[in-house]
């Protein structure tokens, strides 16, 4: 569950109070989020954790983007606002984002030692073990210089700039700028309902249909995340071809 794109694609305790059941034993928490760019700011993390605390739940916290972060905005791990809820959180991180290293599939899990031990167990009879090259890759990227991932990250920030403003120039689109992550999440439903080239989407997943069809840009429709009304694009690729493909958009729904 999350917010609309007017509350930032946030969740609020109240949110989560109302949400909560008897059969309710886990939180997951995503800061920065996929597929919204939100980061709770440390205020908020604290809040929702010790509601979790108070409420005896546990908490998988997804942090794989934390390095990812714009505008002097950090994303502080739950364990730290909540110490109280370290001995029930499972923090899930790993290479892909911040290193740029998606292929090598390689990530890992801090929490407490029995729950890893049983996932450790479960892991090896799935996949016996992360590849030895994956391995040292990561040993190489977690000990190396730190000057690259800067400056991956303030070329992240100049495209999130260019696609938030290029996406709200596309009628009907209504873009946040996300605070995290490298991706925009834009609410689509005023371009609902609307034809465009004979054909008439009532749901995300068919404005992304159309779009990909008549402009051959590829967009994840809400429906993949919960509900329709949004689509998400990524702007981790080059500027120009960014920009292209949002230009196709701007073009495509001005006719």
């Given at each position: ?10 969740v ?63 994303a ?80 992240f ?99």
């Amino acid at each position: 569950m999350f917010a609309g794109a007017d509350q930032g694609y946030k969740v609020t305790v109240a949110q989560l109070e109302a949400a909560l059941t008897p059969r309710t034993k886990v939180l997951l928490v995503v800061s920065p989020s996929n597929p919204t760019g939100a980061v709770y700011s440390p205020e908020e993390t604290k809040a929702i954790g010790e509601w979790a605390e108070s409420h005896g739940l546990w908490v998988v916290a997804d942090e794989i983007y934390q390095n990812l972060t714009y505008d002097g905005v950090r994303a502080m791990s739950i364990a730290e606002a909540v110490p109280a809820l370290q001995d029930r959180t499972i923090l899930v991180n790993g290479v892909a984002k911040t290193y740029a290293m998606t292929g090598w599939r390689l990530g890992w899990m801090l929490g407490p030692a029995d729950i890893i031990k049983g996932a450790a167990n479960l892991q090896s009879h799935l996949c016996s073990n992360v590849n030895n090259i994956a391995q040292r890759g990561a040993i190489a990227a977690l000990t190396g210089p730190s000057e690259p991932i800067e400056e991956m990250r303030q070329a992240f920030d100049r495209r999130r700039q260019l696609i938030v403003a290029a996406l709200n120039k596309v009628p009907g689109f209504h873009c946040p700028t996300p605070e995290g992550a490298f991706y925009a999440y834009v609410d689509v439903t005023a371009a609902l309902g609307r034809e465009v080239r004979g054909v008439t989407p009532t749901t995300s997943l068919e404005l992304a249909d159309l779009i990909l069809s008549e402009a051959e840009v590829a967009a994840v429709p809400g429906e993949a995340f919960g509900p329709s009304g949004y689509l998400r694009f990524s702007y981790a690729l080059g500027d120009e071809a960014l920009l292209e493909g949002v230009r196709r958009m701007q073009a495509l729904f001005s006719e």
